[in-house]
């Protein structure tokens, strides 16, 4: 499979929005309930690009088959050098490598812009990106118990770090 990556334009919106409702519907990966409109999530992306920060596109014979983006983690002055990063790829092709790519980049692009600490927010049950996260240095700096109701169940939320160097 011959991955291109890109940066994102407002054409992507509809693949992107289906890959994140997908989540939305069959995955903790987002704690979101109701699934997102086409405006909502150009809304959203397009809010991260205006503020400077990257929102990247994972093509395969010209499908869009991931995406991965980051933003400020907290919005205060002294948390400017924190970023909180998310990937997704199609469900239908996890495991391929295209997350691997897509992080990469956003690594390189947020030591580019002069980034100190990058932040992944995961559920702990998500044990394949705890895993997929570790490979590239991350550590958990720490879990929150139950903070977030989905499913019918209580989950934890475990913060992992990466300090850029």
């Known amino acids: 499979m011959n991955i291109i990556l890109r940066p994102y334009q407002s054409t992507d919106t509809p693949a992107i929005l289906e890959i994140i409702n997908h989540t939305i519907l069959h995955s903790t990966a987002l704690y979101d309930y109701n699934t997102r409109t086409l405006e909502q999530q150009q809304t959203l992306l397009e809010d991260k690009i205006k503020k400077g920060f990257p929102v990247i596109i994972a093509e395969s014979e010209g499908q869009l088959v991931g ?10 002055e002294a948390n400017q050098f924190t970023v909180e990063h998310s990937v997704y790829v199609n469900h239908l092709i996890n495991g391929k490598g295209i997350g691997k790519l897509l992080l990469t980049e956003l690594i390189r692009l947020a030591k580019a812009q002069g980034i100190h600490t990058m932040i992944g927010v995961i559920d702990t049950e998500n044990q394949g990106s705890i895993r997929f ?33």
């Open 67 to 76: 995406f991965g983006m980051y933003a400020e983690f907290r919005f205060r």
């Open 133 to 165: 996260h570790e490979k590239f240095g991350f550590t958990t700096a720490g879990i929150i118990k139950e903070s977030a109701f989905k499913f019918d169940r209580w989950l934890d939320t475990a913060f992992m770090q990466l300090l850029l160097k």
